[in-house]
T-cell receptor
Framework: GAGVSQSPSNKVTEKGKDVELRCDPISGHTALYWYRQRLGQGLEFLIYFQGNSAPDKSGLPSDRFSAERTGESVSTLTIQRTQQEDSAVYLC??????????????FGPGTRLTVL | GQSLEQPSEVTAVEGAIVQINCTYQTSGFYGLSWYQQHDGGAPTFLSYNALDGLEETGRFSSFLSRSDSYGYLLLQELQMKDSASYFCAVRGYGQNFVFGPGTRLSVLP
């Protein structure tokens, strides 16, 4: 079946503009994660969705960052008033929580965001 | 809080065995995972240890000692395609994951 997809694959924007990144998880996966990865660095947790529970937003770096998810489907990560420090690859992952391999996260290809 | 430490770089030759260590400090712990990431690619899952001991999956094995807050990834019969970054990750309470800084493995011919 299809894996996790993300769009756009690349986004170049000007400082101060808003951007919206999209993630389509694997069908049936109840858990969805967003991460940020700066060049040559590790993955920085941003936010976690699990079914209809309240999301874990503890990793969002500022109030310019927000994310939504409708049920167990698509999620969008919005960055308002982008700054150059927001330039990174934004990765989305989904996981079949409660089933076999519950700690396996399946990652999308990422969105490379460049803020000029 | 949670933090993980890994060596930044490891170099080995084809056919060799290499061990990548990971130590962690967490406020809660459910398990230690390992992910592989090739340059420009997405991370892919390698293994998961919830209990002490060794888990083997083909050429890759992963070990966990909860009492020592320590684990490692063992790669045997190294191949050029194993050149990548390797991340350990800890699942704490809830489903919040924390990833280590990554170890860049270079396999030489």
């Amino acid at each position: 079946g299809a894996g996790v997809s993300q769009s756009p694959s690349n986004k170049v924007t000007e400082k101060g503009k808003d951007v919206e990144l999209r993630c389509d998880p694997i069908s049936g996966h109840t858990a969805l994660y967003w991460y940020r990865q700066r060049l040559g660095q590790g993955l920085e947790f941003l936010i976690y969705f699990q079914g209809n529970s309240a999301p874990d937003k503890s990793g969002l770096p500022s109030d310019r960052f927000s994310a939504e998810r409708t049920g167990e489907s698509v999620s969008t990560l919005t960055i308002q008033r982008t700054q150059q420090e927001d330039s990174a690859v934004y990765l989305c992952a989904s996981s079949p929580v409660g089933g076999e391999g519950t700690d396996t996260q399946y990652f999308g290809p990422g969105t490379r965001l460049t803020v000029l | 809080g949670q933090s993980l430490e890994q060596p930044s770089e490891v170099t080995a030759v084809e056919g060799a065995i290499v061990q990548i260590n990971c130590t962690y400090q967490t406020s809660g712990f459910y398990g230690l995972s390992w992910y592989q990431q090739h340059d420009g690619g997405a991370p892919t899952f390698l293994s998961y240890n919830a209990l002490d001991g060794l888990e083997e999956t083909g050429r890759f094995s992963s070990f966990l000692s909860r009492s020592d807050s320590y684990g490692y990834l063992l790669l045997q019969e190294l191949q050029m395609k194993d050149s990548a970054s390797y991340f350990c990750a800890v699942r704490g309470y809830g489903q919040n994951f924390v990833f280590g800084p990554g170890t860049r493995l270079s396999v030489l011919p």
